[in-house]
Nanobody, 113 residues
Framework: QVQLVESGGGLVQAGGSLRLSCTSS????????LGWFRQAPGKQRGLVAA???????NYADSVEGRFTISRDNAKNTIYLQMNDLKPEDTALYLC???????WGHGTQVTVSS
């Protein structure tokens, strides 16, 4: 069973930055749909950003221009650089291998105003 482990969450003030990491227990080199999702209390889980094996990235409109997804195949890790954070970005952030339906347990991001 593949394991995805997220890290890097925390408490930050509005306007601040965080970088999330998600490390897989297996090689991600051929994983074509890796992504970050988030879920706030009482809200549905939603896609934040996704990246293909070729490195093509897609973003939710709400984070476009502020967040950057990247991958390091040598480290079996994907990242989410989050800048200019807003209180509405507060959520549990989870990474996923969308094609194989693997999910991590998430890392909490809290943005104070």
């Amino acid at each position: 069973q593949v394991q995805l482990v997220e890290s890097g969450g925390g408490l930050v003030q509005a306007g601040g930055s965080l970088r999330l990491s998600c490390t897989s227990s297996e090689s991600i080199a051929n994983s074509d749909a890796l992504g970050w999702f988030r879920q706030a209390p009482g809200k549905q889980r939603g896609l934040v950003a996704a990246i293909s094996a070729a490195g093509v990235a897609n973003y939710a409109d709400s984070v476009e221009g502020r967040f950057t997804i990247s991958r390091d195949n040598a480290k079996n890790t994907i990242y989410l650089q989050m800048n200019d954070l807003k209180p509405e970005d507060t959520a549990l952030y989870l990474c996923a291998d969308l094609l194989n339906h693997y999910w991590g347990h998430g890392t909490q991001v809290t943005v104070s105003s």
